[in-house]
């Protein structure tokens, strides 16, 4: 299960993503509406079954259980974090519903079925960069890719779902002509931004051989969008399976970039700009999906 942070005084029970930032910036995972603390303060990150604490270069620090945090730090059941003036529990899995006060319903919220446009990208190679570089280094690297995809998919309008690691999933909720062409064009900017943050990073990278790259897989179809618990929302569906699917392929196909046949179809101007790279079997999908890269 899943891991949750109580915020004390609020009581606040809030369940933990992959990776959760903690800050009083309006677009973090948790905000905590306080002077004292950063607008990226702190990061919660789970590795494997267990859970990281980061703090991120804030100006106040982050403290766990009366010590400062100086670097990442596996968290354990009960311990109590600082940030600012908010006290915050960690649990490394959810408490049964019945004391979970303040949580509203537990299970799903207002979900509907409606057609989307959605993106996954990936950071390749993720696991040879875990092994090659420390904690810190990694944690350094994959902190300035959440914020390069929060803010270019943001500004594409899109909807941020979760990060998971190294991947973000996101979605559109209409399907227009002008959502399709703002979905690649916020895909080409995270491949180049990525590019550039390699760059940026090779006296890092060079010594291991590697690069820092990303694939990036578009697709549309129909899902739902709902609240798993109040303020949560997220994307459920076949179509969703389908894009995350899709973009494993951008290695098959020598291509970052890979749309589906849905993505384009109906889409005269964007067609124009792609060619087919035929079908192809994705796991755990009953037909084969013919896909396209941008010419």
């Known amino acids: 299960m899943d891991g949750v942070i109580i915020i004390e005084k609020s009581d606040r029970h809030i369940p933990l993503k992959d990776v959760c930032v903690l800050g009083r910036k309006r677009t ?41 945090v100086a670097r990442p730090t596996r968290l354990r059941d009960g311990d109590q974090i600082e940030i600012g003036g908010s006290r915050i529990k960690f649990f490394s899995q959810q408490m049964p519903e019945t004391t979970m006060t303040g949580m509203g319903d537990a299970t799903m919220i207002g979900f509907a079925e409606q057609p989307m446009l959605f993106l996954v990208a990936d950071v390749k190679g993720y696991t040879r960069l875990s092994a090659a570089l420390s904690e810190s280094e990694l944690t350094g690297l994959m902190r300035v890719w959440y914020a390069d995809c929060q803010e270019i998919l943001g500004s594409g309008g899109a909807i941020i779902d979760k990060f998971i690691g190294d991947c973000v999933f996101a979605y559109w909720t209409s399907v227009g002509t002008e959502n399709r062409t703002r979905a690649v064009d916020a895909s080409f900017q995270l491949l180049e931004r990525t590019r550039q943050l390699s760059d940026r990073h090779g006296s890092l990278l060079a010594p291991h051989n590697m690069l820092l790259e990303c694939g990036v897989g578009l697709h549309c179809g129909q899902a739902s969008i709902g609240a798993m618990v109040r303020g949560q929302k997220t994307a459920l569906g076949d179509a969703v399976n389908l894009t995350f699917r899709l973009e494993s392929l951008t290695r098959t196909v020598g291509d970052p970039l890979v749309l589906s046949e849905q993505f384009v179809a109906g889409w005269e101007e964007g067609r124009g700009r792609c060619k087919s790279c035929g079908a192809h079997a994705l796991k755990g999908i009953p037909a084969p999906v013919e896909v396209f890269v941008v010419d």
């Open 28 to 68: 973090v995972d948790v905000v905590i509406d306080d002077q004292r603390v950063s607008r990226e303060h702190a990061m919660i990150r789970k590795e494997g079954t267990s859970y990281l604490l980061f703090d991120l270069d804030s100006a106040n620090g982050t403290v766990l259980n009366g010590v400062p």
